[in-house]
């Protein structure tokens, strides 16, 4: 489980908070979705989950986040990340190999994993995200779409029980939204938690998260199922976010 | 005034060509729509546009862009750049100072503008997006989002002729992507060229007169559209309908053809009254 107590941070440098006493906890086994306007915090949020913030991100930080029970400032980075995996909102300046195959295998080595279930989950972690084809290829001559899922893979290929993905549909087509729908149904089916930061409502609701957070201006100004959260329509309105059409339709229709 | 006539395109060091055989003119006024598959080839289209392939891009291109009549491997991307601007599916690729403000000068003064035009400019697209308040933040510390609208702004800030837009909304909120489709809208009313390579159709398909799917590296559909969405056939190429589509499907409203959220609704009201009466 990790449990977010009562957080305040502030970044270096910055008058304001990014985040204000956010408390939230995400159990395995299920998929949470965190959603808000620009800037409301939510990348912040997830670089809490594998100690990034602290570690990496320098800033005031009040409260405590526990991984398993674990303060993440007594953890490294290193540590946290066989539990808690993070897939970076823009990661194409974070790639650092000769070949799609060698970044994804950069993880689990780094992680101690013996050399033949390197291979499987390597493997494993490229065809989930449909790049085993464009596997010798550079990252960097990948599409923009391309480059997102093979973060993805970075992640998958290290198998941990927290999956943190920051806004997964940046530059995915239909068909490759449908395949992550399914990625990360089945990670909750095996008892993962799965954490998903995302502007996009209509995917969101096709994922059918157990739980959904709402950010504002660093503050979770709502959380809890989805069908109330998404039906609550003014409420989402005056907050930055349009529901996923269906739940204006249906308003509408039950209105008459 | 944009021509690309029979390009094939294979960036050095890969097999297959991102681009074949592709022709296409844009006319002063449009506003067009690419939709395709991740990979298909929508970014190596737009590159064309304002020459960075061939000029940054190595590669094999065979046939030719022109861009007013000129040839885009005769001109500097430089000199293309005051016509077509081109906002990168990237943010972060394009993004070159520390600070909002400068970002947005930057342009400017490679346009060679006076000072206080300048920053009237600055002042004007700040406010046109909604983002006054980044103007002094350090460009390497914005959200996600907040530097995909700063890119925006830096090119819209250079008023070119025609506007190239790279999947522009990817990381926008609702509220922000909306007020960027509208945005578009009404610059292409004031005879503004636009061409966007977007997956969320229901933004721009009401505002497009024209939408191409290109499907590994061809045209593949060219039309309205209303023509393409509701013909049906293009999610052969992997291009589904939007939401707006599938509802009007769902509740028998095909006939009036809704693009926009705002046109299901009336749509549906009137379907609801007839049912009623
Ligand atoms: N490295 C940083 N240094 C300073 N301020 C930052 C940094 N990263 C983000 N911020 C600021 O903190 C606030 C929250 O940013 P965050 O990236 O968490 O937002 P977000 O909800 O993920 O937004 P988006 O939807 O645009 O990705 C914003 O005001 C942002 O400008
Ligand atoms: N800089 C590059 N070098 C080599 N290949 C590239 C480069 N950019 C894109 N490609 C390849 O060209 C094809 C088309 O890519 P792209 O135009 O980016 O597609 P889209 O924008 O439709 O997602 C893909 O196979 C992609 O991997
Ligand atoms: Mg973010
Ligand atoms: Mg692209």
Avoid at chain 1, 193 to 213: A, K, N, S
Wanted: net charge neutral; glycine share 10%.
């Amino acid at each position: 489980m990790i449990e977010v107590e009562e957080v305040t941070f502030k970044y270096e440098g910055s008058g304001i908070n990014a985040l204000r006493d956010v408390s939230l906890e995400l159990e395995r086994g299920k998929i949470y979705g965190i959603v808000g306007p620009n800037g409301s915090g939510k990348s912040t949020l997830l670089r809490l989950l594998n100690g990034l913030i602290p570690h990496f991100y320098r800033g005031e930080m009040k409260g405590r986040v526990l991984v398993d029970g674990v303060d993440t400032r007594e953890a490294s980075v290193a540590q946290l990340s066989k539990k808690v995996g993070l897939v970076f909102q823009n990661p194409e300046h974070m790639f650092f190999s000769e070949t799609v195959y060698e970044e994804v295998s950069f993880g689990p080595k780094s992680i101690g994993m013996d050399p033949e279930e390197i291979r499987e989950s390597v493997k494993w972690a490229l065809e989930e995200v449909g790049l085993w084809e464009l596997r010798e290829r550079s990252p960097w001559s990948l599409s923009g779409g391309e480059m997102k899922r093979l973060s993805i893979a970075c992640v998958l290929s290290m198998k941990p029980e927290f999956l943190a993905v920051d806004e997964p549909t940046i530059g995915q087509d239909s068909l490759s939204k449908e395949s992550l729908l399914e990625i990360f149904k089945r990670m909750k089916g095996e008892g993962k938690g799965v954490v998903i930061v995302t502007h996009d409502l209509e995917w969101l609701d096709d994922l059918g998260p157990d739980l959904v957070f709402v950010l504002r201006y660093g503050v979770v100004i709502g959380g809890g199922d989805p069908r109330k959260i998404f039906s609550d329509i003014r409420n989402l309105a005056t907050n930055g976010l349009i529901p996923p059409y269906r739940y204006i339709v249906d308003s509408l229709l039950e209105v008459g | 005034m944009l021509k690309i006539e029979d390009v094939t395109f294979r960036y050095e060091g890969s097999k297959r060509p991102a681009l074949s055989e592709v022709s296409l003119e844009i006319d002063r006024g449009e506003f067009l729509l690419i939709a395709g598959l991740s990979g298909s080839g929508k970014s190596t289209l737009l590159r064309l546009l304002n020459g960075l392939i061939p000029h940054f891009y190595r590669g094999e291109m065979k046939g030719k862009v022109l861009v007013d009549g000129v040839d885009t491997r005769e001109a500097s991307v430089a000199q293309l750049s005051k016509k077509v601007g081109l906002v990168f599916q990237n943010p972060d690729n394009q993004i070159v100072t520390l600070r909002v403000d400068r970002e947005i000068a930057f342009g400017l003064e490679n346009l060679g503008l006076p000072r206080d035009e300048i920053v009237g400019r600055i002042d004007e697209v700040l406010k046109k997006l909604g983002i006054e308040h980044l103007r002094k933040r350090s460009t390497a510390e914005l959200s996600g989002g907040e530097k995909q609208l700063v890119a925006i702004a830096s090119v819209l800030a250079m008023k070119p002729d025609v506007i190239v837009l790279d999947e522009p909304t990817s990381e926008l909120d609702p509220f922000s992507s909306a007020r960027i489709a509208k945005v578009l809208g009404n610059l292409n009313r004031e005879g503004v060229t636009v061409v966007v390579a977007e997956h969320r159709l229901d933004l721009f398909a009401p505002k497009a007169n024209r939408m191409i799917v290109i499907s590994n590296g061809r045209i593949v559909r060219e039309g309205h559209p209303r023509e393409l969405l509701y013909r049906g056939d293009i999610s052969l190429h992997g291009v589904r309908p939007p939401s707006v589509v599938k509802l009007a499907r769902k509740y028998g409203v095909v006939g009036a053809q809704p693009l926009a959220v705002g046109e299901l609704i009336v749509a549906l009201r009137r379907g609801v009254r007839i049912d009623r009466s």
